[in-house]
C-alpha cells in the first residue's frame, strides 16, 4: 500500500534516546532536596509526556506546595550534565532515521537546549538539523496539540498526512487533538509492564517496543487489517 503520510514527527525523550528515566531520577533528586518527598516512581507518574509548567503544577497539587525560586535552573543544569554522560539512543533509531524515505522532525516539551544535546550526545542530530522544535515555541505544550500544530506547519505538512511518534499519553492526546495519527513506542527502560497497552487505548494506530518494527511499519504502509479505531498491539518483549 502507497504511505499515506507526508511527515513524521518523533517525540525525542524516550522515542528517539532514552532520557525519561534519567529525568525522573534527577527531578527526583531535586524535588527530595527541596523538601519534597517524591520517589523516581512517583515523579514518572506526575511528569512523563508534561512539559515544565504542566510538571510544576502537578508537583504543587500533589504535594500542597508550589517549587521554590530557581528550582527549573538546578533541575536543567542537573539534567544537561547527567544528558552528557549517560545519556543513549533508543535501539534501532539510527537505523530506523537512517533508511527513513519521509521527511521527519522532532518535538518535544522539553527545552530546547535540552533536546539539541541529547541529540548531539547520542549522534542524531545529523537526521534532524534544524528541523527540532521545542515547547518553549508555543503557548502550551502537549497535551495541547499547539506543538504538533507548529511543527507539521514549519514542515509544510497538513494535520491528516502526519504521523507522531509518541511513548507518552499526553503526547498521544496531542497528537490526536492536533487530527493526526499517533503511533506508540513503549520499548523505552521507563516503560513498566502494561505501557503499551494504555497508549494503544488512548487511540494509537498501532504500538511497538522495538524500532526495528517501527520501520518496518512504516515502510510498508498501514498494514492489513489495521484500519482507524482499531489500534494494533505489537508491544511484545522478548
Not at 504543587?60 to 543513549?88: C, V
Not at 505538512?157 to 487530527?179: F, K, W
Request: charged share 25%.
Amino acid at each position: 500500500m502507497t504511505e499515506p503520510f507526508a511527515l513524521v514527527i518523533f517525540d525525542c525523550d524516550g522515542v528517539l534516546f532514552d532520557s525519561e528515566s534519567l529525568l525522573a531520577r534527577v527531578l527526583a533528586q531535586c524535588l527530595q532536596e527541596a523538601g519534597f518527598a517524591a520517589s523516581v516512581e512517583e515523579v514518572l507518574e506526575i511528569g512523563l509526556g508534561r512539559d515544565e509548567v504542566a510538571t510544576s503544577r502537578a508537583v504543587a497539587a500533589r504535594f500542597g506546595r508550589a517549587l521554590p525560586a530557581g528550582f527549573r535552573a538546578r533541575f536543567r543544569n542537573r539534567a544537561l550534565a547527567l544528558f552528557a554522560k549517560e545519556l543513549k539512543p533508543i535501539a534501532g533509531v539510527a537505523e530506523l532515521l537512517g533508511g527513513l524515505e519521509l521527511p521527519c522532525c522532532a518535538a518535544s516539551n522539553s527545552p530546547l537546549n535540552l533536546v539539541r544535546l541529547g541529540l548531539e550526545v547520542t549522534g542524531l542530530s545529523r537526521f534532524f538539523g534544524n528541523r527540532v522544535f521545542s515547547a518553549e515555541k508555543v503557548g502550551r505544550g502537549k497535551p495541547a496539540p499547539d506543538l504538533f500544530l507548529f511543527a507539521a506547519a514549519e514542515e509544510g505538512a497538513c494535520s491528516a498526512s502526519t504521523l507522531v511518534v509518541e511513548d507518552s499519553l499526553p503526547g498521544v492526546e496531542a497528537a490526536l487533538a492536533a487530527g493526526m495519527t499517533a503511533v506508540g513506542f513503549c520499548g523505552g527502560s521507563h516503560c513498566a509492564e502494561g505501557h503499551g497497552e494504555r497508549l494503544a487505548a488512548a487511540g494509537c494506530r498501532a504500538v511497538f517496543a522495538r524500532m526495528g518494527d517501527l520501520a518496518d511499519f512504516l515502510k510498508a504502509g498501514l498494514k492489513a487489517g489495521l484500519k482507524a479505531g482499531a489500534p494494533k498491539e505489537s508491544a511484545r518483549r522478548d
